[in-house]
């Protein structure tokens, strides 16, 4: 990256957070109060355009990170790097897609201002590593949540369970934080305040990303929550991130990551295990989708205490292809819903003759996210599994398995809503223009990403390596420099 | 161009043929917009011929230089640090006829199909899942490395599944695709792991340095133990796609799909799939009689189970479905004994003849009627039944087990699966219980999950 693509990529990066938030502003007093969708698709396509704009500024550098004011504990204010750059287009695709799809009842102008705040306030902890900026954007993704699982008819109880947890979760994220950033384990001081601070942020990472035994909200989210909601607060996977920054890379974990991260990775391959155990005898399409979804984010943090670079390259992975899936499922059980009410698990529903395109896309986006050769998660599988046994054999099998179930439970999900006897008095739903487009716009990153992963993986490959502080293959191949240069130091580069 | 390079050529061509195919229907289906059937059975058709050609070519070339084989290295899918997906593919003795045999018949199912399933809801699904089918099974049978054969397998796998279940208002062939990929899926762990133990083996999956590339003549370069291992593995892989004792249940339920697609599959292709696979890493079982032993028990096994079931079955379908095992599991015994041409001779001559067997049975009242005519009468039973040898209180315990299908499904269901999701269910249950008093809500009764 030159120094003269320093002001776009600044320029970029408050386009990502100030969209958004300039349409959330906008809805909440009272614009396009009739139908706010058009401005809150055109406020996030400004967002995935920034994102695309700094993902392409970022691919054109030698890989390495910048970063922009304060610092503080080893983060700076503005932080943009391989992680970014690949991290946050993906981000403002899932706002942007969920907005398209959303039906028309669900689209009141609070909340879609509640939506787009969510999603500012998303992708401006995408841009950031400093710890007390992560805590408060940390805060503000949950408070959209909650408010908006508290008015949805019939979720008093989500709200409730999502409250406790969030709770427990940003209280310890807040005082693990402050105390990582008064005694930072790091810099060779005592650490001893440091080092509880650490687990607490490890808690914390936990309870958001419902890991065992703090998984009960995920699967509670999804049943009691608009899918908006639900998608919205699961699929960034704003705990991954936080873990990223503040538990990977720096110079006192011997490996480049930290104990705590390493015992979190044990509790997610349980995690990912069991989820996906459970979402085999699910009852309903939302908690099925709850518990896969549960099963992939905790199969990620277990790929990112990895200490090889294929493993965490793999989980990076695994982080988009089930993000998009995931949530590519979840607009299509929204619209299904939208149409003819909540769907069973328990029977053969047979709606595939009142909804064939939308059953494609659920068959395309299911296979997509439980290895179909071609998509992208076909070569997250194979990374998270070599790198899972190339580190540890029984983490290995347990990724096996993992996959395996989550194969078994979501092509039982799939037979299970569109096969069965069909009704032939019942009603006959085309899918909608808009519906199509978004689902397409999810669908073909999924396949171009599968079939030609190259420049993503060796985007991650640079990413991580210099997460792990480890010269990346390509960079030494291609003469780049091991260290971080750059305009100002990234400090996972040190 | 170089011989290489025409050869290189031809090869992509057959697999890019039946690829390009799903693109040209599948795209605009997605987009709403679905060929009418004659035109999407004619590019189908069309994918299938090319590849059909491209691979005659192929073979005729390969002949003339005395079959000395060719890899095609298409380049690195993707590397991180020392694990490397390569994207090879091989022509050889081996590949090449058996490719020249797979889209032959996939084309003439596709010929078929076109009338078979006219006006039939679905007619486009299913031409999209023939073709999903014939580029899985020739990335298969083309791969260079057993990374692209895992995912030649996969696709293989779920256009399977899909098609077992292409009635959708149909229950039954829910339930059974949904067990065939429960199947498959256990035994695809097989094949992962041995991609994995390869790759940490030999730092990639290339063929070539695991035992050379002239088959059926390659030699191991990998330790004897390291070879044990991933023969096994591949064993283990190869007896849920072939339908092998103890997976082999989900085979009799797999004809509740369209008849066309029984035939290539259940019939021809996808059935030999295991012993394809086995008879490419030949070089490895040679380093491991474990593995031959295992083959040997696993076929022979399968092959008396099957062939006792199969003669009490009361529809045709489902006594084909065991005559295909029986003959599966021969293949087996065969390939563990050690032979390479024969194993080969016998499946392409089980699946042209099975194939046309499931493809007449729709019309197989007709036939016998036909018969009947021409003989002036009933054929008469068979009287040299070895069966009949057998002392009479034996006959009726053996129609017993066969009647409960060799008690194969009650042991893997009670030991298994019946006890697997009961915990399942019971955790399910209690997660409830603990969300409802998280929630302050009452519970729903505990009932099923």
Known sequence: ?494 | MTNHDAISLLVVCQLAAPAATLALVGLPTLLGRPPSEKITARIVGGGFATGFVAGLITLAALAVRGFRPEIVHLGSWFSVGHHEATVDLVADALSVPYVCFSTGLCALVNAFAGKYLHREPGFTRFFLLLAVFGTGMNLMVLAGSIDVLFAGWELLGISSTMLIGFFLERGNAVRAALRAFATYRVCDVGLLTAAVVVHRAVGSGDFERLFGENWPNGTCLVPATTATIVSLLLVFAAMGKSAQVPFSGWLPQAMEGPTPSSAIFYGALSIHAGAYVLLRCESLLEQAPAARWLLIVIGLGTALHANVVGRVQTDLKSLLAYASMTQAGLIFAEIGCGWRVIPLVHVVSHAILRSLQILRSPSALHDRHELEAALGGHPGADRWALGRLLPERLQERLYRIALDRGYEEMVVGRLFVVPFLALLRWAADLERRWLAVLAGEPHDGGGRP
């Open chain 1, 1 to 494: 990256m030159t120094p003269a693509d320093m002001p776009a990529l600044l320029s970029a990066a408050a386009v990502v957070v100030a969209a958004p938030l300039a349409g959330a502003v906008a809805v909440a007093l009272g614009f396009r109060r009739g139908n706010p969708r058009g401005l809150a698709v055109a406020a996030t396509t400004a967002a995935l355009l920034a994102s695309l704009t700094i993902t392409f500024l970022w691919s054109r550098s030698d890989g390495t990170g910048v970063a922009f004011g304060e610092r503080l504990g080893g983060g700076s204010f503005v932080c943009i790097d391989g992680i970014t750059a690949v991290l946050l287009p993906y981000v403002a695709l899932v706002e942007l897609v969920i907005l398209l799809v959303a039906p028309r009842r669900s689209l009141e102008p609070g909340a879609v201002a509640r939506i787009l705040f969510g999603a500012a306030a998303t992708c401006g902890l995408f841009l950031t590593s400093h710890p007390l900026v992560l805590v408060a954007l940390w805060c503000a993704t949950v408070l959209p949540t909650w408010i908006s699982v508290r008015s949805t008819p019939g979720g008093a109880g989500a709200a409730r369970v999502f409250a406790i947890a969030m709770a427990a979760a940003t209280a310890c994220m807040a005082v693990g934080t402050v105390l990582l950033v008064l005694d930072p384990p790091w810099s060779g001081a005592s650490g001893l305040a440091g080092d509880a601070g650490g687990w607490l942020v490890a808690v914390a990472v936990m309870i958001r990303k419902g890991i065992v035994p703090f998984h009960s909200w995920y699967p509670k989210l999804f049943s009691g929550a608009t899918m908006s909601t639900s998608l919205a607060a699961t699929m960034p996977q704003v705990a991954s991130y936080t873990a990223v920054r503040l538990l990977i890379g720096h110079a006192d974990h011997p490996e480049g990551v930290a104990t705590e991260l390493v015992v979190l990775a044990q509790m997610a391959l349980v995690t990912a295990t069991y989820g996906a155990a459970l979402a085999i005898v699910q009852r309903s399409l939302r908690s099925l989708i709850g518990t896969l979804a549960m099963s992939q984010s905790a199969m990620v943090l277990a790929g990112l205490a990895g200490t090889l670079p294929m493993e965490l390259n793999g989980a990076f992975c695994v982080w988009l292809s089930s993000g998009l899936a995931l949530t590519g499922i979840g607009l299509v059980a929204w619209a299904l819903e939208s149409r003819a009410g909540e769907i069973r698990l328990e029977t053969l529903q047979g709606r595939f003759w009142d909804a064939p395109a939308l059953a494609a896309f659920f068959l395309l986006f299911g296979l997509s996210g439980i290895g179909l050769p071609g998509t992208l998660s076909f070569v997250a599988d194979d990374l998270i599994v070599s790198g899972s046994l190339d580190e540890q054999l029984h983490a290995g099998l347990l990724v096996i398995v993992s996959t395996v179930l989550c194969g078994v439970a979501m092509m039982r999900g799939w037979f299970h809503v569109f096969g069965g006897p069909v009704d032939p008095d019942g009603p006959r739903h085309s899918i909608l223009v808009r519906e199509r487009v978004a689902l397409t716009m999810l669908l073909a990153p999924l396949f171009v990403l599968g079939l030609w992963p190259g420049p993503l993986v060796r985007a991650l490959d640079r990413a991580t390596s210099r997460l792990l502080a480890v010269p990346a293959a390509s960079a030494a191949a291609a003469g780049h420099p091991a260290e971080v240069g750059g305009l100002q130091e990234s400090p996972q580069g040190r």
